[in-house]
């Protein structure tokens, strides 16, 4: 019965939904590259999602490890400036600046430091129990050397990509190999056509990353990828799991992670990184290719690490004393499962975003099923008993009266 | 799973619905010929001076034979399951998705379809029982070798071949233990003894969930790897419970003979007569009987073979507790069968009974897609209801259709069933692989309804025919009585 009434409801909430739905929330998106003085290469990629009065900019850039800041404000014409000669100079403290800057309402930066690989001998696929000796030494982003981003941008289907190699490649792994930033903007919300096939909204952002043909440095090697958080101090930054019982669109999976940030006394989510707790060996992202993948609880960052150029150029040189720096890895692969070796290839996607992250409901093809399997036998089971009813009383009724 | 564990265990439901009409029979004409023959062994027995062990007519032998009786069967009801509780190894070692996988269940069931027909047949005309277990036995252990051999060459296609292969002894192994059982035992322990063997097929299935893990671990840390080659060493060792049970059948086979001899019994007898054209005479509350087990069975059987995955997917269940919870059905209903089954002989209301079955089933499969309640739980509904529907729904299938027509009719509804059994199987892969879980088990809800609404018809249909389905024990035996009385007058 509860569950009858439960499924009613969510009948009713996906009749709601879907009516809602019916004038989707559009921003208008413009995705470039910021083109630095006389051809120098910065990598800069500016998305600028505008919505009705308000504007999310994302920042990406290789100046020092792949980062990007996320900054939503409440003026939809506000802007993206660079000052160039600051930007290189060695204090690059507010060269990059979001216009004007009282409109900023919110901003915070991800930072994808580093690659750790270990020999994984035992096939137990437990990173944080790994003990240090298993590690290979971890390939530092910022070290790496990354293509011009010009050469892959496409401005109509809203994506880019970062392709970087190690500068220094002493194990000639990087031979025929490269890592990738994939950065997809949305104007509108929808369901990605491929796995881990992510619904998304027009306030989000996908980012890929993905590792081709770098050779591993052992038969059993798996990955983990570290990633640095900024948060303004005050706010919250919590790592965590949404379970949902519905994986019709990532079979088998069910863990949704989510890294949001919450404001102390608010539970309204500000800025969130989701993923699903999957990765993929192949790029066609079939089951049976599927890699699970975990994160490790958040830790603090030592002061003495080294703040990537476009962090500091946004945020200022004291960014420490206003925001607190947080690492996090997610490590790819599950006890007993394939290695990285397979394929040579791993590709794992998430959801970078501002507001409420998108939730997965139940397809209406799920519910039409249950509510005609469930409804037929019991409207079946009513009408028999009219008829019966009906037909006894016909009968007792066509009796005469003996007398 | 369509397999032993199915059919066989059906086949031991179908026969224990037999075997009691048969007594009920016996007893209203007064005379019982299971109690004469008794009898006439006894006295036979007596007469020669053996030990009790040795002597057929003792009941110290019967026991002994029924030992090995019980495990004739163990070897096929062990390795039927072998793929699901090694899932996980097959589908990485011989690189194959789920849909694939699950074919290796569909090539089992595919040969019952039609065997289903003459297994009583080639017992009864062609091998006779010992010739015919013994043959069956042989078809079982070749059947396993040959799958092990498909791992160990790492070619699939030999795999499904070796469960082809075993498909066709499967099945009729287990109509032969029957025959056996009823030949030793009728008028005496019948219905003690089909409960054990139900019991050890049981036992059988939940043994091979729980050590094929374990078995296939320790030879990867032996070889120092997994592979194909470790598969299939597993499952050789898996084989010697089928050669095993081919031991058991040949010290049957000569037992039997030399009870023949003492006792001057004759060979036992399935008694099946199959007549196809029998088909156009079933009444409709027959083919709904054969959809309400279909649609039934086919929320059941597959959903076992992937189970384990399942509940570590969805659960996050370690392997061994995975296996653990996947067998718990089979645990379930080796106590339950036989207490349910006097419920069900005592009370009647069949029709009642398999509703309640069907529903609780379904509450189970709901309770395993829309929440995350500990999957103990829903398991347990599923065993429960799962050895009440047995003992509900087989036995009915003795009151639509006249006695003479009796073998036609199970055959056929073993045939339906194994080949719902062999479609749903491949399919069930398929929308895991597809769809996911959440998808696969709305599928199972929605076979389950199909099967709740055939049972909702059986109830009218029955009702307004003025059918004795539904009737208490008590009025069934009423009208028996009358029967028997106008007979004789």
């Given at each position: 019965?509860?569950?009858?009434?439960?499924?009613?409801?969510?009948?009713?909430?996906?009749?709601?939904?879907?009516?809602?739905?019916?004038?989707?929330?559009?921003?208008?998106?413009?995705?470039?590259?910021?083109?630095?003085?006389?051809?120098?290469?910065?990598?800069?990629?500016?998305?600028?999602?505008?919505?009705?009065?308000?504007?999310?900019?994302?920042?990406?850039?290789?100046?020092?490890?792949?980062?990007?800041?996320?900054?939503?404000?409440?003026?939809?014409?506000?802007?993206?400036?660079?000052?160039?000669?600051?930007?290189?100079?060695?204090?690059?403290?507010?060269?990059?600046?979001?216009?004007?800057?009282?409109?900023?309402?919110?901003?915070?930066?991800?930072?994808?430091?580093?690659?750790?690989?270990?020999?994984?001998?035992?096939?137990?696929?437990?990173?944080?129990?790994?003990?240090?000796?298993?590690?290979?030494?971890?390939?530092?982003?910022?070290?790496?050397?990354?293509?011009?981003?010009?050469?892959?941008?496409?401005?109509?289907?809203?994506?880019?990509?970062?392709?970087?190699?190690?500068?220094?490649?002493?194990?000639?792994?990087?031979?025929?190999?490269?890592?990738?930033?994939?950065?997809?903007?949305?104007?509108?919300?929808?369901?990605?056509?491929?796995?881990?096939?992510?619904?998304?909204?027009?306030?989000?952002?996908?980012?890929?990353?993905?590792?081709?043909?770098?050779?591993?440095?052992?038969?059993?090697?798996?990955?983990?990828?570290?990633?640095?958080?900024?948060?303004?101090?005050?706010?919250?930054?919590?790592?965590?799991?949404?379970?949902?019982?519905?994986?019709?669109?990532?079979?088998?999976?069910?863990?949704?992670?989510?890294?949001?940030?919450?404001?102390?006394?608010?539970?309204?989510?500000?800025?969130?990184?989701?993923?699903?707790?999957?990765?993929?060996?192949?790029?066609?992202?079939?089951?049976?290719?599927?890699?699970?993948?975990?994160?490790?609880?958040?830790?603090?960052?030592?002061?003495?690490?080294?703040?990537?150029?476009?962090?500091?150029?946004?945020?200022?040189?004291?960014?420490r004393e206003h925001y607190s720096v947080e690492a996090l890895n997610i490590s790819f692969g599950v006890a007993d499962g394939e290695f990285y070796e397979k394929h040579n290839y791993l590709i794992w996607s998430a959801l970078l975003g501002f507001g409420t992250p998108p939730r997965d409901s139940f397809s209406t093809l799920v519910i039409v099923i249950m509510a005609v399997a469930l409804a037929t036998p019991i409207v079946l089971l009513i009408v028999g008993f009219i008829t019966m009813y009906i037909l006894k009383k016909q009968r007792y009724s066509d009796y005469e009266p003996i007398n | 799973m369509s397999g032993c564990p199915v059919i066989s265990r059906e086949s031991h439901d179908r026969w224990g619905g037999m075997a009691e009409r048969e007594e009920q029979e016996a007893l209203l004409e007064g005379s019982g010929d299971g109690d004469g023959a008794g009898e006439r062994l006894r006295s036979t027995g007596e007469s020669s001076g053996m030990s009790a062990v040795c002597d057929p007519s003792r009941f110290a032998h019967r026991l002994v034979v029924l030992l090995i009786m019980c495990f004739l069967g163990f070897g096929s009801y062990f390795c039927y399951d072998n793929p699901a509780a090694l899932q996980i190894q097959v589908q990485r070692d011989m690189k194959v998705n789920t849909a694939t996988f699950m074919e290796l269940y569909a090539w089992y069931s595919w040969p019952n379809v039609i065997l289903c027909f003459f297994g009583g047949f080639l017992i009864d005309r062609v091998f006779g029982i010992r010739l015919g277990t013994i043959i069956f036995s042989l078809f079982v252990c070749i059947g396993q070798v040959i799958f092990a051999t498909g791992a160990l060459c790492n070619a699939f296609w030999l795999m499904e071949a070796g469960r082809f292969v075993f498909g066709i002894g499967g099945e009729s192994l287990a109509v032969a233990q029957n025959t056996y059982a009823v030949s030793w035992f009728k008028g005496k322990e019948l219905n003690l003894v089909f409960g054990l063997q139900l019991s050890m097929s049981r036992v059988g299935s939940t043994v091979n969930m729980n050590i094929m893990g374990w078995i296939y671990s320790s030879i990867e840390s032996m070889i120092g790897a997994a592979g194909p080659k470790t598969l299939g060493i597993s499952l050789m060792i898996g084989a010697v419970t089928c050669l095993f049970s081919l031991a058991c059948a040949l010290i049957l086979g000569y037992l039997d003979k030399r009870a023949e001899k003492i006792l001057n019994k004759e060979q036992g007898k399935t008694g099946d007569v199959i007549k196809l054209s029998d088909v156009k005479d079933f009444s409709l509350s027959l083919w709904l009987i054969f959809l309400i087990c279909v649609c039934y069975y086919v929320a059941i059987f597959p959903f076992i073979g992937l189970g384990k995955v399942f509940f570590m997917g969805k659960f996050q269940f370690s392997s061994q507790e995975a296996s653990a919870v996947n067998s718990i059905v089979y645990i379930i209903s080796a106590p339950l069968s036989p207490v349910f089954g006097f419920l069900v002989d005592k009370i009647g209301k069949n029709v009642i009974w398999v509703l309640s079955a069907v529903a609780t089933t379904l509450a189970a499969h709901l309770i395993l897609a829309f929440t995350f309640w500990t999957p103990w739980l829903a398991m347990s509904l599923m065993g429960i209801s799962y050895s009440l529907l047995a003992c509900a729904l087989w036995p009915m299938v003795a009151f639509v259709v006249p006695e003479h027509q009796l073998g036609t009719a199970y055959g056929f509804m073993q045939s339906i069933q194994n080949l719902g059994l062999g479609v749903i199987a491949i399919a069930a892969g398929a929308i895991m692989d597809t769809r996911g879980y959440l998808f696969l088990e709305i599928f199972f809800v929605a076979c389950l309804c199909g099967s709740l609404i055939a049972v909702v018809m059986l109830y009218f249909v029955d009702n307004m025919t003025g059918g004795d389905l539904n009737l208490s024990a008590t009025k069934r035996r009423k009208l028996q009585r009358l029967t028997a009385i106008e007979k004789e007058s």
């Amino acid at each position: 019965m509860r569950l009858a009434r439960r499924l009613l409801l969510l009948c009713l909430c996906q009749a709601i939904a879907c009516w809602g739905d019916s004038e989707p929330y559009r921003r208008e998106v413009h995705l470039k590259v910021v083109s630095g003085p006389n051809g120098s290469l910065p990598n800069l990629l500016h998305v600028r999602a505008v919505g009705h009065s308000d504007a999310i900019h994302y920042v990406w850039g290789t100046l020092g490890a792949p980062t990007v800041v996320l900054v939503y404000s409440n003026s939809n014409e506000s802007t993206l400036d660079v000052n160039w000669t600051k930007l290189f100079s060695p204090f690059p403290s507010g060269a990059v600046r979001i216009e004007p800057a009282e409109s900023i309402l919110y901003s915070t930066a991800i930072v994808f430091s580093k690659i750790f690989e270990y020999d994984d001998g035992n096939n137990t696929a437990n990173f944080s129990g790994t003990s240090e000796s298993s590690f290979y030494p971890a390939y530092n982003l910022a070290d790496f050397v990354w293509g011009d981003v010009n050469k892959t941008l496409n401005s109509t289907a809203l994506r880019a990509e970062f392709q970087g190699v190690n500068a220094s490649d002493p194990a000639k792994a990087f031979q025929n190999g490269s890592v990738s930033f994939r950065v997809f903007a949305f104007e509108e919300g929808s369901r990605d056509p491929i796995a881990p096939r992510l619904l998304y909204t027009a306030n989000c952002s996908k980012l890929e990353f993905v590792i081709t043909e770098v050779a591993p440095r052992g038969k059993n090697s798996r990955f983990a990828l570290e990633m640095v958080t900024l948060e303004r101090k005050g706010r919250r930054k919590s790592m965590d799991s949404v379970w949902s019982i519905d994986d019709e669109y990532t079979p088998t999976i069910f863990e949704m992670a989510q890294l949001s940030s919450e404001l102390q006394n608010d539970s309204q989510v500000q800025a969130f990184l989701q993923w699903k707790a999957v990765a993929y060996g192949d790029p066609s992202g079939g089951r049976d290719e599927a890699v699970p993948c975990q994160y490790h609880r958040l830790q603090n960052v030592s002061e003495a690490w080294p703040l990537p150029g476009l962090a500091v150029a946004f945020f200022g040189g004291d960014v420490r004393e206003h925001y607190s720096v947080e690492a996090l890895n997610i490590s790819f692969g599950v006890a007993d499962g394939e290695f990285y070796e397979k394929h040579n290839y791993l590709i794992w996607s998430a959801l970078l975003g501002f507001g409420t992250p998108p939730r997965d409901s139940f397809s209406t093809l799920v519910i039409v099923i249950m509510a005609v399997a469930l409804a037929t036998p019991i409207v079946l089971l009513i009408v028999g008993f009219i008829t019966m009813y009906i037909l006894k009383k016909q009968r007792y009724s066509d009796y005469e009266p003996i007398n | 799973m369509s397999g032993c564990p199915v059919i066989s265990r059906e086949s031991h439901d179908r026969w224990g619905g037999m075997a009691e009409r048969e007594e009920q029979e016996a007893l209203l004409e007064g005379s019982g010929d299971g109690d004469g023959a008794g009898e006439r062994l006894r006295s036979t027995g007596e007469s020669s001076g053996m030990s009790a062990v040795c002597d057929p007519s003792r009941f110290a032998h019967r026991l002994v034979v029924l030992l090995i009786m019980c495990f004739l069967g163990f070897g096929s009801y062990f390795c039927y399951d072998n793929p699901a509780a090694l899932q996980i190894q097959v589908q990485r070692d011989m690189k194959v998705n789920t849909a694939t996988f699950m074919e290796l269940y569909a090539w089992y069931s595919w040969p019952n379809v039609i065997l289903c027909f003459f297994g009583g047949f080639l017992i009864d005309r062609v091998f006779g029982i010992r010739l015919g277990t013994i043959i069956f036995s042989l078809f079982v252990c070749i059947g396993q070798v040959i799958f092990a051999t498909g791992a160990l060459c790492n070619a699939f296609w030999l795999m499904e071949a070796g469960r082809f292969v075993f498909g066709i002894g499967g099945e009729s192994l287990a109509v032969a233990q029957n025959t056996y059982a009823v030949s030793w035992f009728k008028g005496k322990e019948l219905n003690l003894v089909f409960g054990l063997q139900l019991s050890m097929s049981r036992v059988g299935s939940t043994v091979n969930m729980n050590i094929m893990g374990w078995i296939y671990s320790s030879i990867e840390s032996m070889i120092g790897a997994a592979g194909p080659k470790t598969l299939g060493i597993s499952l050789m060792i898996g084989a010697v419970t089928c050669l095993f049970s081919l031991a058991c059948a040949l010290i049957l086979g000569y037992l039997d003979k030399r009870a023949e001899k003492i006792l001057n019994k004759e060979q036992g007898k399935t008694g099946d007569v199959i007549k196809l054209s029998d088909v156009k005479d079933f009444s409709l509350s027959l083919w709904l009987i054969f959809l309400i087990c279909v649609c039934y069975y086919v929320a059941i059987f597959p959903f076992i073979g992937l189970g384990k995955v399942f509940f570590m997917g969805k659960f996050q269940f370690s392997s061994q507790e995975a296996s653990a919870v996947n067998s718990i059905v089979y645990i379930i209903s080796a106590p339950l069968s036989p207490v349910f089954g006097f419920l069900v002989d005592k009370i009647g209301k069949n029709v009642i009974w398999v509703l309640s079955a069907v529903a609780t089933t379904l509450a189970a499969h709901l309770i395993l897609a829309f929440t995350f309640w500990t999957p103990w739980l829903a398991m347990s509904l599923m065993g429960i209801s799962y050895s009440l529907l047995a003992c509900a729904l087989w036995p009915m299938v003795a009151f639509v259709v006249p006695e003479h027509q009796l073998g036609t009719a199970y055959g056929f509804m073993q045939s339906i069933q194994n080949l719902g059994l062999g479609v749903i199987a491949i399919a069930a892969g398929a929308i895991m692989d597809t769809r996911g879980y959440l998808f696969l088990e709305i599928f199972f809800v929605a076979c389950l309804c199909g099967s709740l609404i055939a049972v909702v018809m059986l109830y009218f249909v029955d009702n307004m025919t003025g059918g004795d389905l539904n009737l208490s024990a008590t009025k069934r035996r009423k009208l028996q009585r009358l029967t028997a009385i106008e007979k004789e007058s």
